[in-house]
């Protein structure tokens, strides 16, 4: 059964090949999340002085990913390809919107990656404890 590239009014957009791609890249995504969300607590939290030690709620996902994102990173070119491949058949706006943005993630998740291969980061991700 292949899909038409200009569905018809009543086939729902995420039933399309654009919209399961878009699915995808969106599930793609998580990882990122379970990163930046405790990330921007903890950074946000340890400037304004709170929680100077270790604390399992803002350090857990950062720090594994400091550990995985220099050894895993990557893999990332993966779900970049599958962005860029979706963008180039994604007309409408939002959806694009949100591409744009899943693509941001992947790159700047990317570029701390190849940063840190450099030595450029330490492979500490900002906000971390000493």
């Not at 086939?11 to 969106?26: H, M, P, S, Y």
């Not at 949100?98 to 998740?109: C, I, K, N, R, T």
């Amino acid at each position: 059964m292949t899909s038409s590239p200009d569905p018809s009014p009543e086939e729902l957009w995420i039933e399309t090949k654009r919209g399961g791609l878009f699915f995808v890249n969106a599930l793609l995504i998580f990882p990122h999340v379970m990163v930046v969300v405790p990330l921007l607590t903890r950074i946000l939290v340890r400037a304004r002085g709170g929680l100077q030690e270790e604390a399992v709620i803002v350090d857990t996902f950062p720090l594994l990913a400091e550990y995985l994102l220099p050894r895993m990173g990557w893999l990332l070119v993966i779900p970049i390809g599958l962005v860029v491949w979706n963008l180039r058949l994604e007309e409408a706006r939002l959806p694009r919107a949100g591409l744009l943005a899943f693509l941001a993630l992947h790159l700047l998740a990317l570029g701390w990656t190849v940063a840190t291969w450099l030595g450029l980061t330490g492979a500490t991700l900002p906000g971390g404890w000493s």
